[in-house]
């Protein structure tokens, strides 16, 4: 967002749950001076009082309240700056839409949308405002993801041939996308969209090369009813919050949870979401086991698997190239003990992710480690920067780049981890590629993809890509 005044830039917040609570924070705290918090919605108005109160608590003033069905008219008639998007993902596009139509910038969490229509319109509407749109791909400002960023853009193993990424989610991360809303392919796209566009972006930021087609395979092979019942697991409770949970390692009781008992459990009478549905109940339908293939502009491929009910939760991903091979390896959480009630969900979101579950500490610890071994010659080990802060610093590092903007000059972030909208097309184009995939069990070129006006985010001819692909600087809009 470009500034033209010296008053506070206005912004509204659309989605109050819980990722919503880091924008809360730095709206009223570390970047109160440079923001100010005008106006919020929600489709639960219990939601919003319990918000309120925290604020009040805090010494600041309840924002305005939004009907999201007239998100355009009140941002108009409001002269709101920008507007944050964190409402659950199928709500994306028509929030993003109404934002830029009333006249303001989005920022908008990932993933962009969950389909291509939705990409569709959203292209529509910056193509008509001339509005900006940010997606917030965090996992960019990650001191490792960034470290092999640089070893990639310098050349160490040369031109990039291929890429294996393997993602792992424990059983207390994973689990919980089949306990919300997540667990509904129409809701969130499934985890190749929700999930892996994080992955997937990084891919595309490390190489700064654009898919062209996917080939996925997967299925839902361990939550749900049926999995359950061939392995004769029994009778369940339908949801966490019961006595007797602790003895359950796969439930979760909101009760335990100060966050997660005000935003839901005391909200259930106004609409009556469960945030806590049984990971082995019916109605999932998306899927636990993946694995993708993708081919590149340039050449190279790459292979990725997502598993969503690992004992333990990280990553690792090996880059080869004409010169040699660049390998991360990411624990985040080395073992899951228990359901022990003040065992963080997700381990990277928070500030002390190597804490929690000791089992297998000395076997499997929580770190980080970037080799680099070029051909005929041995590993080095590059250095990566520490950081404290969720998911590694990097939510701190991105709130930066938001309300301060990403620098120029001497300051310029030369490997470019501030994301546009097309580049949110550009890792949500593998998820969408991937999901008709799996229903139609071919490989999908992206360029087919009724993407409309966004299939700017892949150049005219994909066949005749440039040397230089454009990488997220110099596709900012």
Not at 87 to 113: C, I, N, Q, R, S
Request: hydrophobic residues 40%; negative net charge; aromatic residues 8%.
């Amino acid at each position: 967002m470009t500034r033209t005044t010296d008053r506070r830039a206005r912004y509204a917040l659309l989605g109050t749950g819980g990722r919503a609570q880091l924008y809360l924070a730095a709206l009223t705290g570390p970047y109160a001076a440079e923001a100010e918090l005008v106006a919020w919605g929600d489709t639960n108005p219990g939601r919003l009082d319990w918000n309120e109160r925290r604020l009040a608590e805090a010494g600041y003033p309840a924002p305005e309240r939004i009907d999201l069905g007239a998100v355009a008219a009140y941002v108009a008639g409001a002269g709101i700056d920008r507007v944050i998007v964190t409402a659950p993902d199928h709500a994306h596009a028509d929030l993003v839409v109404a934002a830029l139509h009333g006249g303001a910038d989005v920022v908008v969490e990932k993933p962009l949308t969950t389909d291509a229509e939705g990409v569709r319109r959203i292209a529509e509407a910056v193509e008509a405002t001339g509005r900006d749109v940010v997606t917030t791909f965090n996992y960019r400002y990650s001191p490792r993801n960034a470290a092999l960023k640089e070893v990639v853009a310098r050349g160490d193993i040369g031109e990039v041939t291929s890429v294996h990424f393997e993602w792992l989610l424990d059983t207390s991360h994973g689990a919980d996308y089949f306990r919300r809303w997540h667990r509904r392919k129409a809701s969130s796209g499934g985890l190749l969209v929700h999930k892996s566009s994080h992955h997937f972006d990084l891919v595309n930021w490390w190489l700064a090369d654009l898919p062209t087609r996917v080939y996925a395979s997967g299925g839902l092979r361990f939550y749900g009813d049926a999995n359950a019942a061939r392995r004769g697991l029994g009778p369940r409770p339908a949801r966490g919050t019961h006595d007797g949970a602790d003895l359950d390692p796969f439930a979760l009781d909101l009760r335990d949870h100060e966050l997660l008992r005000g935003l839901y459990h005391e909200q259930e009478a106004y609409d009556g979401y469960l945030r806590d549905q049984d990971v082995f109940s019916a109605g999932i339908d998306i899927e636990d086991n993946l694995s993708v293939i993708v081919d590149y502009a340039r050449g190279a491929t790459m292979t990725y698997a997502l598993n969503a009910h690992a004992p333990w939760e990280g990553y690792t991903v090996a880059i080869n190239g004409t010169r040699g091979r660049a390998e991360l390896s990411v624990v985040e959480r080395g073992a899951v003990e228990s359901r022990a009630a003040d065992r963080p969900v997700d381990p990277s979101a928070q500030g002390d992710a190597a804490g929690g579950d000791s089992a297998g500490a000395d076997l499997r610890p929580t770190g980080e480690r970037l080799l680099v071994q070029e051909h005929f010659g041995v590993a080095r080990e590059i250095a990566v920067p520490q950081a404290t802060g969720g998911h590694g610093g990097a939510d701190d590092a991105l709130l930066r780049d938001l309300f301060l903007g990403a620098g120029d000059g001497a300051d310029r972030d030369e490997l470019g981890r501030a994301a546009t909208w097309l580049d949110g097309v550009r890792a949500l184009a593998v998820g969408v590629a991937g999901n008709a995939s799996l229903a139609g069990g071919r490989p999908v070129v992206v360029r087919d993809l009724p993407f409309g006006a966004a299939r700017e985010a892949f150049g005219d001819d994909l066949a005749d890509v440039p040397a230089e692909v454009p990488g997220p600087a110099a596709t900012a809009r």
